[in-house]
């Protein structure tokens, strides 16, 4: 199931930032990059989070904003943003169903799948990548930055 040139499924979620965070409320304003990952304090994950968190200027740059999404709580968010300096607001779904709607739920494992869907102002996904295993991490941040250029 691609979701590439339809409009981005909505949600609302509670953010390790204290607020709740609404998709289509960037609608209009900022490109929205959507980062699903697996699970707080695993070893790729670790590494991918804190990649893109460090380069948040140059998404907001880009016109766009990061959030990171995956089942864990908001307060296993904190604890982890915390001990790894990420900025970028992660996103509590814990009970999947917003990794099921963008089709990254893995069900069997109570966790979703690592992908990136860039999502631009209109609220159309415009570029997707679903990682063939959990522990793949193909798409970096620059790769993303460089879509973000397309679209303008």
């Not at 289509?24 to 699903?36: I, M, P």
């Not at 966790?111 to 102002?121: C, E, N, Q, T, Y």
Request: proline share 5%; glycine share 8%.
């Amino acid at each position: 199931m691609s979701l590439l040139g339809q409009p981005a499924p909505d949600f609302t979620l509670p953010a390790s930032t204290g607020e709740t965070v609404t998709l289509s409320s960037y609608r209009g304003q900022k490109h929205v990059v959507l980062v699903f990952y697996p699970l707080d304090f695993s070893p790729v994950c670790s590494m991918q989070l804190p990649e893109y968190s460090g380069r948040q200027d140059d998404f907001a740059d880009a016109g766009a904003v990061v959030l990171g999404i995956n089942r864990d709580s908001i307060h296993a968010h904190k604890a982890w943003a915390a001990e790894y300096g990420i900025e970028v607001p992660l996103l509590a779904d814990m009970t999947l169903a917003v990794a099921r709607q963008y089709g990254v739920a893995i069900d069997e494992r109570n966790i979703s799948g690592r992908a990136v869907f860039l999502i631009d102002r209109g609220g159309v996904v415009r570029y997707e990548h679903i990682e063939a295993t959990t522990g793949d991490y193909t798409v970096r941040p620059e790769v993303v930055l460089g879509k973000l250029k397309e679209l303008r």
